[in-house]
Structures are given as structure tokens and as C-alpha cells.
């Protein structure tokens, strides 16, 4: 499994914008954002705000996007790529993809706080799709199946902690008790993410 990391705090800072990678961490005052506004990390970071060129603008919102999902640079390639050879907007099939995998659906249905933590409880083999364990974030889940967690897992802090939450849950998904069922493909209105898709074709299609 190949994934982002660092810290996540300066990712956020970078793109200027939350792109809340530390659970509720990111919905308190401690997150930076908050505190110091939304200036690249580093010493230099408030010489380096500017006006963004053309380039820089499609890379920016790519970047975004990779590190929403926690993917690197190779993986989300390979997922535009895939989108590309389906009929009609490649942008959306390529957020379905990545909306539609293991590690996104456990967040966005409530089991867990964040997808970084989602993908710790997946590669610890605490997930379980269709009465399977499944140990691979990136498995790409499809309309019908259902995906709860492990009995060791659900007495986890970080487990009850995101049990408790009562935020809302997407159309596609369906959550009852400690269950969630994914009921069809989400639509690009219904994927919550302040991204722009086009520009990401864009820029892979230079």
C-alpha cells in the first residue's frame, strides 16, 4: 500500500484550504487554518503567496485531490487513466473511483473520524466487506455490498469516538447501527468536495 504522508496540518496549509485529514482535530480551534490562516508552511511561506499561472492553478487542484484521498501521484494517474476509458465525463467517473473506495466509504458512512484512520483499520484487517475481512484500502467497493467492523475494532476509542458523531450521511450510503451499505454510485453534488474536476482533466490531458 502506497499512501501520503507527513504531516497533515501542512498539507492543508499548502493548498490553502482544510482538506480535513485529522478528524475532528479539524473542526476545533487547534486546527493551524484557524489560527494562522491559510499561509504556506515554512519560514517563507507568506513570500511565496502569489498570483498562480495557469499551470499552477490545474496543479493545485490536482494536488488537492491526491491529498484528499491520501494517494500518491502514480495511484491517482492510474485512476484518471482508468475514468478515461468509461463513456461520458471523465471527471466524475474519476471522483466515483475514488470516492467509491474501501478507505473513503468507511469515512463518509461515519465508522471512522478520518480516511487516514480508515485506512489503519482496513490494512489491520478490522474491516469486514460482504461477510469478508478485507485488508486493502483501495478496494474498490460497488452498489449492494455492505461493509461494518470487527468486534475488536469497534471497541477501539477512535471507534466509539466516531460512533458518537451524528453527522449527516451521503444519499448513496446507507449507515444503520454499525452497518453501512453502498446504494448506487454518488453523483459529483454528492461528493462534498470543494474541487474542481475539469481542471484536473485538464491538466492530465496537456
Request: proline letters at 4%; charged letters at 30%.
Amino acid at each position: 500500500m502506497v499512501t501520503l504522508t507527513g504531516v497533515k496540518c501542512k498539507l492543508c496549509r499548502r493548498e490553502g484550504a482544510k482538506l480535513f485529514l485529522k478528524g475532528e482535530r479539524c473542526y476545533s480551534q487547534k486546527c493551524p487554518i484557524e489560527r494562522k490562516g491559510a499561509l504556506p508552511p515554512g519560514q517563507h511561506g507568506q513570500k511565496r503567496v502569489g498570483r498562480l499561472s495557469d499551470y499552477g492553478i490545474h496543479l493545485r487542484e490536482k494536488q488537492k485531490a491526491k491529498r484528499v484521498y491520501g494517494v500518491v501521484e502514480q495511484v491517482f494517474k492510474n485512476y484518471y487513466k482508468k475514468a478515461s476509458q468509461y463513456k461520458g465525463e471523465t471527471g466524475k467517473k474519476l471522483f466515483q473511483l475514488l470516492e467509491t473506495r474501501l478507505d473513503n466509504v468507511l469515512f463518509r458512512s461515519g465508522l471512522t473520524i478520518s480516511r487516514s484512520i480508515a485506512r489503519q483499520i482496513i490494512s489491520h484487517g478490522m474491516c469486514i466487506v460482504d461477510g469478508k475481512k478485507v485488508n486493502v484500502p483501495s478496494y474498490q467497493v460497488v452498489p449492494g455490498q455492505t461493509i461494518t467492523l470487527t468486534p475488536a475494532c469497534l471497541k477501539l476509542e477512535v471507534t466509539k469516538k466516531a460512533l458518537e458523531q451524528k453527522g449527516a450521511i451521503p444519499a448513496w450510503l446507507k449507515k444503520k447501527a454499525v452497518v453501512a451499505k453502498m446504494e448506487r454510485l454518488p453523483e459529483k453534488e454528492e461528493m462534498e468536495l470543494d474541487l474542481n474536476e475539469q481542471l484536473i482533466v485538464e491538466f492530465y490531458s496537456r
